[in-house]
Nanobody, 119 residues
Framework: QVQLVESGGALVQPGGSLRLSCKASGSIRRLIVMAWYRQNPGAQHELVASITSAGTNYADSAKGRFAISESNAENTLYLQMNGLKPEDTAVYLC??????????????WGQGTQVTVSS
């Protein structure tokens, strides 16, 4: 079984920076998709950034400000967030699509970490 644990969310001022981390545990064999989503209360999930074999993708709102990266050795996903704006305020969720030692491709979600951008 795969478990994702997120960290790094905080209250920051506009223009500030945060680095979110998502650590995966379990018998992961292969990572297929790694991504960050975000959601405001009562709102739909929004894809912020992702990594696949084809490269990285970013939402228009994140381009030029956010950078997604990963450490294969540590099974950890990162989101560097610069130039934060109040509209970036949301719960940020980590998502992996992965295979394990026991099953084929499946979807895994973290619990979410709160990012609040306010003066």
């Amino acid at each position: 079984q795969v478990q994702l644990v997120e960290s790094g969310g905080a209250l920051v001022q506009p223009g500030g920076s945060l680095r979110l981390s998502c650590k995966a545990s379990g018998s992961i064999r292969r990572l297929i998709v790694m991504a960050w989503y975000r959601q405001n209360p009562g709102a739909q999930h929004e894809l912020v950034a992702s990594i696949t074999s084809a490269g990285t993708n970013y939402a228009d709102s994140a381009k030029g400000r956010f950078a997604i990266s990963e450490s294969n050795a540590e099974n950890t996903l990162y989101l560097q967030m610069n130039g934060l704006k109040p509209e970036d305020t949301a719960v940020y969720l980590c998502y992996f699509r992965a295979t394990t030692s026991y099953r084929g491709p499946a979807d895994y979600w973290g619990q979410g970490t709160q990012v609040t951008v306010s003066s």
